[in-house]
C-alpha cells in the first residue's frame, strides 16, 4: 500500500527543519529505516507516533495526515483513520504472503514433475530402443516412452493432491485409506492421471502471474 502524499508531507518538513531521517528518527523514536519507509510510502507511523512525529514538525496530526486545511479532527478520528490504514495494509500483506505461499507451491511441484517426466521419458526411450531385436519405430517407441512417464508424473501428481487435501479429511477416511493402501494406490493414479494437466497449467499461470505482479520476491 502506497502513501504518497503522506510521505511526501514528512520528507518536505523534515527538510525545511534541516534534519536528516536519522536525526528525525532519534526525535521520535524511531530508526531512520522506518522515516525512509514513511516517506517512500510503503508504510505509515502509528497513531501515537504520528502525533510525536507531527509535534517535531510542528504541525497538527491533521495536517500531517491530510495537509492544510480548516477541518478540525480529534484524536479518536484520527486513530480511526490511521487504524482503517493498517487494516489495509495488513490485508494486503496477508494476501501478499499468500501469493507467496502458492508461488513455492508451484515451484516445488514443477521442480519435482518437469525432471521427472524428462528422466522417465529418456530411460525408457533408450531402454526400448536398445532392448528391440529388430529395428525400432521411433514413433512408437516416442509414444511409449511418453506414455510411462506421463503415468509415473500422473501418480506423483496424485500424491501432491491428496497430500494437499489429507488435512480437510477425518481421521476415518484417512484409516481407511490406509487399510486398503492399495486401492487408495490406484485411486490416487487416476486422480493424478486426470489432474496433471491442469495442475502444470496453473502452476505455470501461478509462476508468471505472480512474478509480473512482483510476487516472486518478499517485499
Given at each position: 500500500?502506497?502513501?504518497?502524499?503522506?510521505?511526501?508531507?514528512?520528507?518536505?518538513?523534515?527538510?525545511?527543519?534541516?534534519?536528516?531521517?536519522?536525526?528525525?528518527?532519534?526525535?521520535?523514536?524511531?530508526?531512520?529505516k522506518s522515516v525512509?519507509?514513511?516517506?517512500?510510502?510503503?508504510?505509515?507511523?502509528?497513531?501515537?507516533?504520528?502525533?510525536?512525529?507531527?509535534?517535531?514538525?510542528?504541525?497538527?496530526?491533521?495536517?500531517?495526515?491530510?495537509?492544510?486545511?480548516?477541518?478540525?479532527?480529534t484524536l479518536a478520528?484520527?486513530?480511526?483513520?490511521?487504524?482503517?490504514?493498517?487494516?489495509?495494509?495488513?490485508?494486503?500483506?496477508?494476501?501478499?504472503?499468500?501469493?507467496?505461499?502458492?508461488?513455492?507451491?508451484?515451484?516445488?511441484?514443477?521442480?519435482?514433475?518437469?525432471?521427472?517426466?524428462?528422466?522417465?521419458?529418456?530411460?525408457?526411450?533408450i531402454f526400448t530402443?536398445?532392448?528391440?531385436?529388430?529395428?525400432?519405430?521411433?514413433?512408437?517407441?516416442?509414444?511409449?516412452?511418453?506414455?510411462?512417464?506421463?503415468?509415473?508424473?500422473?501418480?506423483?501428481?496424485?500424491?501432491?493432491?491428496?497430500?494437499?487435501?489429507?488435512?480437510?479429511?477425518?481421521?476415518?477416511?484417512?484409516?481407511?485409506?490406509?487399510?486398503?493402501?492399495?486401492?487408495?494406490?490406484?485411486?490416487?493414479?487416476?486422480?493424478?492421471?486426470?489432474?496433471?494437466?491442469?495442475?502444470?497449467?496453473?502452476?505455470?499461470?501461478?509462476?508468471?502471474?505472480?512474478?509480473?505482479?512482483?510476487?516472486?520476491?518478499?517485499?
Open positions: 500500500m502506497q502513501h504518497y502524499d503522506l510521505g511526501n508531507r514528512i520528507y518536505e518538513l523534515r527538510k525545511a527543519k534541516q534534519l536528516s531521517q536519522k536525526d528525525l528518527g532519534n526525535l521520535v523514536g524511531v530508526s531512520n525512509s519507509k514513511w516517506e517512500n510510502g510503503t508504510a505509515i507511523p502509528k497513531t501515537d507516533t504520528l502525533v510525536k512525529l507531527a509535534n517535531v514538525l510542528d504541525v497538527s496530526p491533521q495536517e500531517l495526515l491530510q495537509g492544510k486545511t480548516d477541518d478540525r479532527i478520528e484520527l486513530s480511526s483513520q490511521t487504524s482503517l490504514m493498517f487494516l489495509k495494509e495488513e490485508l494486503e500483506k496477508r494476501d501478499r504472503e499468500i501469493k507467496q505461499f502458492e508461488l513455492s507451491h508451484h515451484k516445488r511441484y514443477l521442480t519435482f514433475l518437469l525432471p521427472m517426466f524428462a528422466s522417465v521419458f529418456v530411460a525408457v526411450l530402443i536398445l532392448s528391440d531385436n529388430e529395428s525400432p519405430i521411433l514413433p512408437d517407441a516416442l509414444l511409449y516412452s511418453f506414455l510411462v512417464a506421463y503415468m509415473v508424473s500422473a501418480a506423483f501428481s496424485g500424491f501432491v493432491f491428496l497430500a494437499r487435501n489429507a488435512k480437510r479429511l477425518p481421521l476415518w477416511a484417512l484409516a481407511i485409506f490406509g487399510l486398503f493402501f492399495p486401492a487408495t494406490l490406484i485411486i490416487t493414479c487416476f486422480i493424478g492421471t486426470a489432474i496433471t494437466p491442469a495442475y502444470v497449467i496453473n502452476s505455470l499461470k501461478g509462476i508468471f502471474g505472480n512474478r509480473e505482479n512482483g510476487y516472486e520476491k518478499s517485499k
